[in-house]
T-cell receptor
Framework: GENVEQHPSTLSVQEGDSAVIKCTYS??????FPWYKQELGKRPQLIID?????GEKKDQRIAVTLNKTAKHFSLHITETQPEDSAVYFC?????????FGSGTKLNVKP | DAGVIQSPRHEVTEMGQEVTLRCKPI?????LFWYRQTMMRGLELLIY????????DSGMPEDRFSAKMPNASFSTLKIQPSEPRDSAVYFC?????????????FGEGSRLTVL
């Protein structure tokens, strides 16, 4: 099956700085890569996704890049704000199964 | 739509007791997933259904765990007998999608504590 690795496990940034979270996957058949944000005590919610025929996608302050050759994808958050503090999960979809990374706890310091 | 609805939100039970978690997916969604979340293991897929039929239960830890989906609007995850290592947050999620596309909509989760 698929194996998704996510780094770093924790990330602390100053408000206004950028944050980057990276994931790698193992199965070249995976072709859909969503990112979920989970605030403390809440459910995971989709924030952005990218499909394998696209290299980059942006939505306001967040962007995701995908390198299919290297089998890695990244989440970029610019101008971070305290409300960005949460756990972020990447995922790779392979034959209807979502394989999640281990999560990155992002702390944005005011 | 109210989203994916799970119950109970919190459950505290003693080792050996039976636990039943319930889920109502979003109306019209044809996929339903059960996940378990712990600090150590993150989000683990336990089982998923397509059109009420279990498709992959390879993530179910052992025979103590069972899941059913008797109709399109209801699913249960049962643990019998429960053990302390089953303590976790159990999420139900649903989606409407063709192969390899689509967003997962999670419920609020059921926090299980087994003493």
């Amino acid at each position: 099956g698929e194996n998704v690795e996510q780094h770093p496990s924790t990330l602390s940034v100053q408000e206004g700085d950028s944050a980057v979270i990276k994931c790698t996957y193992s199965d070249s058949a995976s072709n859909y890569f969503p990112w979920y944000k989970q605030e403390l005590g809440k459910r995971p919610q989709l924030i952005i996704d990218i499909r394998s025929n696209v290299g980059e996608k942006k939505d306001q302050r967040i962007a995701v890049t995908l390198n299919k050759t290297a089998k890695h994808f990244s989440l970029h958050i610019t101008e971070t704000q305290p409300e960005d503090s949460a756990v972020y999960f990447c995922a790779a979809i392979n034959f209807n199964k979502f394989y999640f990374g281990s999560g990155t706890k992002l702390n944005v310091k005011p | 739509d109210a989203g994916v609805i799970q119950s109970p939100r919190h459950e505290v039970t003693e080792m050996g007791q039976e636990v039943t978690l319930r889920c109502k997916p979003i109306s019209g969604h044809d996929y339903l997933f059960w996940y378990r979340q712990t600090m150590m293991r993150g989000l683990e897929l336990l089982i998923y259904f397509n059109n009420n039929v279990p498709i992959d239960d390879s993530g179910m830890p052992e025979d103590r765990f069972s899941a059913k989906m008797p109709n399109a609007s209801f699913s249960t995850l049962k643990i019998q007998p429960s053990e302390p290592r089953d303590s976790a947050v159990y999420f139900c999620a649903s989606s409407l999608r063709r192969l390899n596309t689509g967003e997962l909509f999670f419920g609020e989760g059921s926090r299980l504590t087994v003493l």
